[in-house]
């Protein structure tokens, strides 16, 4: 079974940074594309970051250039650099793994809080 567990959220003030981590189990993980989402209330969940096992990575738009992710075969963890943080980012962060679709498990995610 997948276990997910995100950590490394916050509060911070609108320009700062923090660094995401997710700690992956249960399965291949260097085979596998990891991808950071984010959900903010009352709103759906959203693809934010992926990096596939031969580290191409792809982001969107509104994070291009502030957002950074990386991964660790070793640690079997996936991290997520955020830089010049706006309130627009405050949401909770999530993370999952796939081969051509995301597996079913989430973890608790970990709540990310710009001030402005």
């Known amino acids: 079974q997948v276990q997910l567990v995100e950590s490394g959220g916050g509060l911070v003030q609108a320009g700062g940074s923090l660094r995401l981590s997710c700690a992956a189990s249960g399965s291949d993980f260097s085979t596998n594309t990891m991808g950071w989402f984010r959900q ?21 738009d509104s994070v291009k250039g502030r957002f950074t992710i990386s991964r660790d075969n070793v640690k079997n963890t996936v991290y997520l650099q955020m830089n010049n943080l706006k309130p627009e980012d405050t949401a909770v962060y999530y993370c999952n793994m796939g081969r051509g679709t995301w597996t079913g498990y989430w973890g608790q995610g970990t709540q990310v809080t710009v001030s402005s």
Request: hydrophobic share 40%; net charge positive; aromatic share 4%.
């Open 40 to 60: 903010a209330p009352g709103k759906q969940r959203l693809l934010v970051a992926t990096i596939t096992s031969g580290l191409s990575t792809v982001y969107t």
